[in-house]
């Protein structure tokens, strides 16, 4: 079986939650890439849980820090405690995030 390049396509101006949640991965800032357990909604925030046991409060933001670099792909390296899997750190750098849904 030969592995083929597949590429996913997200839209770029989601929320933030849409985008956590799809992709379970966040970008801390120091350049940290951590793995997401949970994520709650509480109104305009959210609370986010990582696998290494960190909880925060962020806001619930298209344009806010968080969201730019996970589109551009600006974190340095993963998590050491989070464990992240290859397979999915492989499948976030395929992914290209458009303007338009294909």
Not at 7 to 33: A, F
Not at 59 to 88: F, Q, Y
Request: hydrophobic share 30%; net charge positive; aromatic share 10%.
């Amino acid at each position: 079986m030969v592995n083929e390049k597949v590429v996913r396509y997200l839209y770029k101006n989601q929320s933030l939650y849409q985008l956590i949640n799809k992709i379970k991965l966040w970008p801390s800032r120091t350049g940290v890439l951590h793995g997401v357990k949970t994520v709650e909604t509480k109104g305009n925030t959210m609370i986010i849980t990582t696998h290494c046991g960190e909880s925060f409060v962020v806001w619930n933001s298209k344009n806010g820090r968080s969201a730019r670099w996970l589109r551009n792909r600006w974190c340095r390296k993963p998590c050491v405690k989070c464990k992240i899997p290859e397979w999915k750190l492989e499948k976030y750098s395929q992914t290209v995030f458009s303007d338009v849904r294909r």
